[in-house]
């Protein structure tokens, strides 16, 4: 498991600089003008950041880069990063520079000189995520994870303001580290194992055993795991930060590996199918994310561990299973099995939980790759309400989510000649159809939300806060969309 770097915030002291031991990093606005520690540090270097601000190549460097000038004369540091800044600092720009930084700097001990800069938090929650690796399983020397110092004024807020934000970054970091994570080490036995030990974060942990299930009638979702040898289970975690009011849900599709089953998948690009737990993941993040900030919220996270494999005891196409809800559905291809594995989970939380409101995810359908890409999750909701209050949470952490429809003329298409249902009504709408199917397992008047994360959940390219590999998306919107909704001013 991965430990993200936890910055240390110290006050300003321009004695210090010309001793640290690293890479130091100082800011400059583009027409040229730094703050009382880049000035110092232009001293030292006999003016060589006045020299790089006046010439061509800082002029067509973009914001929130940084130019590194390595073995700076005066200092002990081993590189000076320059970062160009703009005069008005978004947090988008500060999240870049950090980020930025984080990437160069990856192992070494690092001094930002952030000055009076009021982004400073952001800039090291960027360089924090940014430095994730996923390095489990080889047996070269891991790297190194150096120090990240912020000298800035007022320490201490500072400090302050990055606690929610160290949360956050735990919580990113699981959930990448699960993600990617090979099916035979992350086992559903190993996935709800992990998943317990969030028990000393404060989390109220609970598993469900198969024998569990059947008494349940979950059998949609015990069907998926017919064919594998690894036991299917339910795991729900719950954070009671928020008093007596009921919960709001996060329900997770957690299928550790897809074949297709009967229906199999073709070989190129199977092994990609580890990712297939990628909502279930999410939502473990977030659990860790509110238990480790102490949110003032009721939340209850619970996420369908299941393993879809060919074998003389798998489920076929044309089998017909009965949900816990009591609804009958055929099975016309087994490769569908995610909405399956929500189907029955969605269900036992309603029941159960009573919630206010509820948001799956799943790396449900390639359908939505074709429809957005690896730039948007698809956004698929019965409440307005729910889903703009979605939505803006996650345009405001930069994850994104995209809107998509739902409705009656899509719904015919699951009909099914022998059943209630059918679990896939084929290749035209397929993100819309697996999304109406969701749909029938959703009470009336309950605010939903399904998270198609096919596409974002991991990545062949690095993105601007997570190198090639498991993504986190999700964890930073879930969790905005908790406090800036959910829990009191």
Not at 58 to 80: E, K, L, Q, R
Not at 90 to 97: E, H, I, K
Not at 120 to 135: D, K, P, V
Not at 373 to 392: Q, T
């Amino acid at each position: 498991m991965n430990t993200p770097v936890m910055p240390t915030f110290i006050e300003t002291n321009l004695d210090d600089i010309a001793e640290f031991n690293g890479k130091v990093a100082v800011f400059m606005s583009p027409t040229g003008h730094i703050g009382l520690g880049a000035r110092r540090v232009n001293k030292l270097m006999k003016r060589s950041l006045t020299r790089l601000a006046e010439s061509k190549q800082f002029a067509d460097m973009p914001n929130a880069t940084c130019h590194v000038m390595s073995v700076p004369a005066g200092m002990v540091a081993t590189d000076v990063m320059v970062v160009k800044m703009p005069k008005r600092v978004t947090v988008d720009d500060a999240r870049l520079a950090g980020a930025n930084l984080g990437k160069v700097a990856a192992g070494s001990n690092i001094l930002i000189l952030a000055g009076a800069g009021k982004r400073a938090s952001e800039i090291a929650f960027g360089c924090a995520l940014r430095q994730y690796s996923f390095h489990d399983h080889k047996t070269t020397d891991a790297p190194m994870l150096g120090t990240l110092t912020v000298m800035v004024n007022q320490a201490d807020e500072v400090a302050q303001d990055y606690t929610s934000k160290a949360a956050i970054t735990e919580g990113v970091f699981f959930t990448r580290d699960l993600v990617n994570e090979p099916a035979n080490i992350l086992t559903t036995t190993e996935f709800a194992n992990r998943l317990e030990a969030l028990k000393e974060t404060g989390l109220k942990v609970k598993v469900l055993e198969e024998k569990d299930l059947e008494k349940l009638g979950m059998h949609a979702l015990l069907g998926v795991g017919l064919g594998s040898r690894t036991p299917t289970k339910v795991v729900i975690m719950e954070w009671n930060g928020g008093g007596d009011e009921q919960p709001f849900a996060l329900v997770g599709k957690g299928v550790v590996f897809d074949t297709g089953g009967i229906s199999i998948k073709p070989a190129g690009g199977m092994e990609e199918m580890t990712m297939d737990m990628g909502g279930a993941g999410v939502v473990a993040g977030v659990m860790k994310t509110l238990a480790l900030r102490k949110a003032n919220a009721n939340v209850v996270g619970l996420v369908g561990l299941v393993e879809n494999m060919p074998d003389g005891a798998a489920q076929r196409p044309g089998d017909v299973v009965k949900s816990m809800k009591g609804d009958t559905i055929e099975v016309i291809n087994t490769d569908a099995e995610g909405r399956l594995v929500l189907a029955d989970v969605l269900w036992y939380a309603q029941e159960t939980y009573k919630p206010t409101g509820v948001i799956n995810l799943a790396t449900l359908t390639g359908a939505i790759i074709i429809g957005l890409g690896h730039e948007n999750a698809g956004v698929f909701s019965n409440n307005e309400e729910l889903a703009r209050k979605f939505i803006k949470a996650a345009t405001n952490e930069r994850e994104g989510a995209w809107r998509m429809p739902l409705g009656k003329a899509y719904d015919k298409l699951i009909d099914s000649r022998v059943a209630d249902m059918k679990n896939t009504g084929g290749r035209p709408a397929g993100s819309i159809t697996a999304a109406q199917f969701l749909k029938r397992f959703i009470k009336e008047d309950m605010p939903w939300i399904h998270l198609d994360i096919a596409g974002v959940a991991l990545l062949q390219s690095e993105t601007v806060l997570a190198p090639k590999g498991a993504t986190g998306w999700g964890v930073r919107a879930l969790d905005r969309l908790i406090a800036d909704n959910y829990e009191p001013e």
